[in-house]
T-cell receptor
Framework: DAEITQSPRHKITETGRQVTLACHQTWNHNNMFWYRQDLGHGLRLIHYSYGVQDTNKGEVSDGYSVSRSNTEDLPLTLESAASSQTSVYFC????????????FGPGTRLTVL | QKEVEQNSGPLSVPEGAIASLNCTYSDRGSQSFFWYRQYSGKSPELIMSIYSNGDKEDGRFTAQLNKASQYVSLLIRDSQPSDSATYLCAVNRDNNNDMRFGAGTRLTVKP
């Protein structure tokens, strides 16, 4: 069955370290997304991609970067982790723009000490 | 004003009752609307999508959209304890993927 996976599921890191969160989907979807979820804010879009070599900034992109070298993967990098980036991170994918359903991965809980 | 607003709850209803969840949005250019359910510690899963004014029914769930009032709602009939979760309203702008989510309404269905 097609799926979307994230790794690691839990991560503790220190302020200033570079962290990369992995997202892999086997739906063969063109579109992939990264969100963070914090209490009181719901889900907020960090970056998204419409296909290989395409990346776009979302609502809260500062301090994060992504790259898309193939259809299946969209890794999220925190260049220099900050305590404000402690959150739960969800990756999602969809087949078409705009009206299509986004399918979410299981999430990564990141703690920055 | 947040772009997508939901009452955070908690909303508590007895088993078998109708649960009514509401959402308002600020961007009149919004074209597509979604309700996701999220159990504690899990990822969001889609319940309903709606794109045109009126009602859309799927089993025990009915989504209602009123673009003039910038209002979308979700009704859950015959509520079950398994419906206890946080419900997220999501709104997508004109044909892109810049989806905006509300903070969610926590629903508790009491046996």
């Amino acid at each position: 069955d097609a799926e979307i996976t994230q790794s690691p599921r839990h991560k503790i890191t220190e302020t200033g370290r570079q962290v990369t969160l992995a997202c892999h989907q086997t739906w063969n979807h063109n579109n992939m997304f990264w969100y963070r979820q914090d209490l009181g804010h719901g889900l907020r879009l960090i970056h998204y991609s419409y296909g290989v070599q395409d990346t776009n900034k979302g609502e809260v992109s500062d301090g994060y970067s992504v790259s898309r070298s193939n259809t299946e993967d969209l890794p999220l990098t925190l260049e220099s982790a900050a305590s404000s980036q402690t959150s739960v991170y969800f990756c999602a994918s969809s087949d078409h723009r705009g009206t299509d359903t986004q399918y979410f991965g299981p999430g990564t809980r990141l703690t920055v000490l | 004003q947040k772009e997508v607003e939901q009452n955070s709850g908690p909303l508590s209803v007895p088993e078998g009752a109708i649960a009514s969840l509401n959402c308002t949005y600020s961007d009149r250019g919004s074209q597509s609307f979604f309700w996701y359910r999220q159990y504690s510690g899990k990822s969001p899963e889609l319940i309903m999508s709606i794109y045109s004014n009126g009602d859309k029914e799927d089993g025990r769930f009915t989504a209602q959209l009123n673009k003039a009032s910038q209002y979308v709602s979700l009704l859950i009939r015959d509520s079950q304890p398994s419906d206890s979760a946080t419900y997220l309203c999501a709104v997508n702008r004109d044909n892109n993927n810049d989806m905006r989510f509300g903070a969610g309404t926590r629903l508790t269905v009491k046996p």
